[in-house]
């Protein structure tokens, strides 16, 4: 099984929180990039994730980009957020009805997913 490369205390998920909404991680195959958590508040953030659950759902991403090719996933996801960005008016709604993200988020606080995840799970959230 192909491993991520997890780099701890990023500045790169600073560059994609916006407003008071905070990005923990994002992966950007082979990487995934966490933030800083020793920055980050817990009585001023909400939700609050730890860095376990969201190094998971990051590993779910990496395993969704696996499974439909680097490019394949970041056109996958671009066109579904359009999609639901217009059905949806609304860019929190569109971006959490994403499939890649409906099954991370649903499966982040199980810590071990990755190990009985079946591949293209992420198909039965598309609709």
Do not use: C
Not at 40 to 57: L, Q
Not at 71 to 99: D, M, P
Not at 112 to 123: A, E, F, P, Q, V
């Amino acid at each position: 099984m192909i491993k991520p490369i997890i780099i701890r205390k990023s500045k790169i998920p600073n560059l994609f929180s916006f407003g008071d909404k905070i990005t923990y991680g994002i992966t950007f195959f082979p990487f995934i990039f966490i933030t800083d958590f020793n920055k980050i508040s817990k009585e001023s953030v909400t939700p609050y994730y730890n860095m376990d659950e969201v190094i998971n759902h990051e590993t779910i991403h990496f395993q969704q980009t696996i499974e439909t090719g680097v490019v394949g996933f970041y056109l996958i996801y671009l066109i579904e957020f359009i999609y639901k960005l217009i059905k949806h008016k609304n860019i929190g709604k569109a971006y959490h009805r994403i499939s890649f993200e409906r099954e991370a988020y649903k499966h982040m606080k199980q810590l071990n997913y990755i190990s009985y995840r079946k591949r293209y799970s992420w198909l039965k959230y598309i609709l």
